[in-house]
């Protein structure tokens, strides 16, 4: 079984602020890890994801994460908020093998203060 | 190059009524999933199909029944429509062989059912 949980509903920055998105997963096998960005009324689009190799993974819109094992997380950072960057965040896992379905946490909403 | 595509975009319904959502896959894909996406929530996987048969199957009733055709497209059907069946529906693509599956989001099918 796999999991994932996302402390908190929402999340508010100022711009050029740190951003800080919280993920914890759960899973009984070694997982793949992935976050996704999700505009208003749009689909779902993929920020970065973790596949065993480097623990720290960095995506586009300068964002990174960072896979720690021994806390079961991978939080999602950005140095300095932009306005563009206000939007819903979710963490998601799969696991390796042939049983790829998603299973994701129930979002974070950034908002960016000007 | 063709992302995924889904039609139709929105979609009024009354109880007790059937539906069909259709899906085509970013180019050279061969595996379609299906999510539902309730209004606040992160998306909760329907099922997947591979090689025109359904692979995985999460926590949902009969009444959503889904299919591929030879070119990889795909239907979702459901049945006896619900308030509760009111939602974002999503597809997503991948590659069925290659981990980690990385998924491909189309833009959903809104489905309000009155």
């Known amino acids: 079984a796999q999991s994932v949980t996302q402390l908190g509903s929402h999340v508010s920055v100022s711009e050029g602020a740190l951003v800080l998105l919280r993920c914890n997963y759960s899973s009984s096998v070694p997982p793949y890890l992935f976050w996704y960005v999700q505009y208003p009324n749009q689909g779902l689009q993929l920020l970065l994801k973790?596949?065993?190799?480097?623990?720290l993974v960095k995506g586009i819109n300068g964002f990174e994460a960072e896979f720690k094992k021994s806390e079961t997380s991978f939080h999602l950072t950005k140095p300095s908020a932009h306005m563009s960057d206000a939007a819903e965040y979710f963490c998601a896992v799969s696991q390796t093998g042939a049983n790829s379905k998603l299973t994701f946490g129930k979002g974070i909403t950034l908002s960016v203060r000007p | 190059d063709a992302g995924v595509t889904q039609s139709p975009t929105h979609l009024i319904k009354t109880r007790g009524q059937q539906v069909t959502l259709r899906c085509s896959p970013k180019s050279g894909h061969d595996t379609v999933s299906w999510y539902q996406q309730a209004l606040g929530q992160g998306p909760q996987f329907i099922f997947q199909y591979y090689e025109e048969e359904e692979r995985q199957r999460g926590n949902f009733p009969d009444r959503f029944s889904g299919h591929q055709f030879p070119n990889y497209s795909s239907e979702l059907n459901v049945n006896a429509l619900l308030l509760g069946d009111s939602a974002l529906y999503l597809c997503?693509?991948?590659?069925?062989?290659?981990?980690?599956?990385?998924?491909?989001f189309g833009p959903g099918t809104r489905l309000t059912v009155t």
């Open positions: 997503a693509s991948s590659l069925g062989g290659s981990p980690p599956y990385e998924q491909y």
């Open positions: 973790y596949t065993s190799a480097a623990t």
